[in-house]
């Protein structure tokens, strides 16, 4: 079974990434780009949107999409995850939902935290780090 997913790739001003310490599986510990699955009747722009605001406080313009990737999930489950770029257009900047912490991280910083597999790769691979 095959799950649409969204993830919002937010750098502010410094260039620094908007990461979440992920809360609940998968992932449960590791450092991500915030997101989640697309809900029914919801369009890619309209989950990134919620979901960056159920995860980190914040409200966000939402722009192109930078890439794609799969990850499997249990039981056979393969996470379809399409991340778009976003600014910020408001808010406040907290942990919530799924989420046990959230922070703006320099991109020289990734490397010493636990990410989930493949985002380094990932923003490599899409031109942006």
Known sequence: MRVRCVGGIVRDGQGRFLLV????????????????RVEPGEDDSTAVARELKEETGLDVRVGALAGTVERPGPGGVVYEIHDYTATVAGGTLRAGDDASDVRWVPPDDLDGLPTTPGLRDALTGWGLL
Request: glycine share 32%.
């Open 21 to 36: 310490r992920r809360g609940r599986p998968p992932g449960a510990g590791l450092w991500s780009i915030p997101g989640g």
